[in-house]
C-alpha cells in the first residue's frame, strides 16, 4: 500500500541526485513535495515501523548530496520541515 509512493520517492531521489545546484529547483520541488506527501499520508504506525528501517541506496545518494551541498540542503530542508516536523509531533515521535 506505500510501495507505490515509496517508489516514485525513490525514482525521484535518484534525480535529486543529479541535481548541479539548488538554484535547479523544479527537481528538488518534485522530490520535496513526494517527501511531504508521504509524511501526510502515512499513518502514524507505518512512520514508526519505517524509522528504524534501513535506507536504500538511492535514499543514501540524496542523503549523501544534501550534505555535501550546503545550498541545495538549506532549500529542501526549508521546503519540508514544517509539513514533517507538525506529522511528528501529532504521531509523538517528536517532544
Known amino acids: 500500500m506505500m510501495l507505490r509512493p515509496l517508489r516514485y520517492l525513490v525514482v525521484s531521489s535518484v534525480f535529486l541526485a543529479g541535481v548541479a545546484s539548488a538554484q535547479d529547483t523544479p527537481i528538488l520541488d518534485m522530490v520535496a513535495n513526494k517527501v511531504i506527501e508521504k509524511y501526510e499520508n502515512a499513518t502514524c504506525e507505518q ?3 519505517q524509522k528504524g528501517q534501513p535506507k536504500s541506496p538511492e535514499q543514501q545518494a540524496v542523503i ?11 532549500v529542501f530542508i526549508d521546503k519540508i520541515a514544517a509539513p514533517i516536523a507538525n506529522k511528528m509531533f501529532s504521531c509523538g515521535m517528536i517532544p
Not at 549523501?64 to 538549506?74: F, G, V
Open 47 to 49: 512512520l514508526w515501523e
Open 64 to 74: 549523501q548530496k544534501l550534505q555535501s551541498d550546503p545550498e541545495m540542503r538549506t
